[in-house]
Structure formats: C-alpha cells, structure tokens
C-alpha cells in the first residue's frame, strides 16, 4: 500500500531544548499519532527528509515508516520550515488503518492546456483556480494526483469539479453540500483587455464640433458699444 518509505527513531528525551539541540546535530524531532497506540516522539535524518519533502508524491501517498526495523502505513499530516532557512523543524506523521477512511488533500495535475481551444486558437492564458482537493477514501484508493482534462475549453469558459471523473472509491470534501467549485479558466490575456479598453475609450472621445445651440446665430449683444 505505501508508495514511499522513510527512517526514523525513537526519542530518549523531550521538549523545546532537546529539539533545539537535536537540529544543530541534522536531525528532525517528530511525532507519530493515531490508531489504537500511544503517541510516539521521533527523530529523523535532517538531509534525508528534507530530500522527501522535495518529492510531490511523499506529501500527499501512503508512507512506509521504518523505525528499528518495523514498518508502520502513515501519511505526512504536517511540518514545520524554519522562516528563511531551508531548514525542517519538525514533522508529524499519521498512522493509518487499511479499513478507515482518510482524508487527504491531493494535487491537481492539469494537461492538454495547449491544445485547447482557448489557447490554441484564441491565445488565452489558463488560470488554475485550485491547484489541490480535498479527498476521502481508504488507504489503498488514494491516489497521488488527480488529472484535470482541459482540451475542450473555450476562450472564457471553465472547468469545474462536477466535470471530473474521480477514481473509484474516491469522494471530493467540499465545505458545503451542492458546491461545485471552479478548477481552471481560460482567460483573455491581460494586455489584450487593456488595448480593447484604450480602443473602445478612444473611440467614445469628445466630439470635435463647435460647442453651442447649433443655431450659428451670433450671440445677443449686452447694447455696449
């Protein structure tokens, strides 16, 4: 079921200054949660997880984690990066059951954008309104992306998620019941909208005739001389 696998141990000691001194050492304090066991406080590989971290599928599939030598199905659930290093500070794993549920944000992978209508033709841009879903399944359905088609879109039209055709097994969590949120556009682009503004403002200027009633009759004169 895991599409990945990472290594970790377990913590002799606890709290902020044993993570503190642990980071200056290239190792990561964490956490595993969930299922019918006790919480668990770990340390992982610094260089080796943030390698994971760079990999699209590590944050969003089923994880094999490896501590002194048993294996454990869980998902990344969070972690924290240091404000303006490329430095992890901590991390959470999930245990997970293979006959619950979870729920998982997966990416949305958009192909066919330049075939499509819209920009083929009309030169339009695409916009990706959402660029992850929010999911439900069992472990072994979860997927590690969701393709989104947008060979038919038209310049100024929109895919939405009632289009899409999710693997089985595989539910959107939406916030409220009926919603059916746009995925991408096609838009025109920015500088063709500006110009046909310019155009159209140009167009409608002020007019070059003489102001007046139109009459051509001269002015009444006030009788001074």
């Avoid at 913590?11 to 290239?26: D, F, P």
């Avoid at 895919?159 to 746009?182: C, T």
Wanted: negative net charge.
């Amino acid at each position: 079921m895991a599409d990945g696998e990472i290594r970790a141990t377990f913590r002799e000691v606890n709290g902020r200054g044993a993570s503190r001194r642990l980071r200056k050492t290239g190792v990561v304090p964490g956490i595993l949660y969930g299922g019918v066991e006790e919480t668990k406080v770990i340390e992982l590989d610094h260089k080796m997880l943030l390698m994971e971290l760079d990999k699209e599928a590590f944050q969003s599939s089923i994880i094999s984690l490896i501590i002194d030598g048993n294996k454990e199905d869980v998902l990344l659930r969070d972690f924290q990066m240091h404000p303006w290093k490329k430095q992890v500070l901590h991390v959470d794993f999930q245990r997970v059951s293979a006959n619950k549920s979870i729920n998982m944000s997966v990416p949305l992978h958009f192909i066919n954008e330049d075939v499509s209508p819209g920009v083929k033709v009309g030169g339009g841009i695409v916009n990706h309104v959402l660029t992850e879903l929010a999911i439900q399944c069992l472990p072994k359905q979860l997927p590690k992306f969701i393709e989104v088609d947008l060979s038919g879109l038209d310049l100024g039209s929109s895919i939405h998620l009632s289009e899409l055709s999710l693997p089985e097994g595989v539910e959107a969590m939406l916030s409220q019941k009926g919603e059916d949120p746009v995925l991408a556009t096609v838009q025109v682009p920015r500088a063709v909208v500006e110009e046909e503004t310019v155009t159209s403002d140009e167009d409608d200027g002020p007019s070059e005739e003489p102001s007046g009633d139109g009459s051509g009759a001269e002015a009444p004169s006030d009788g001074s001389s």
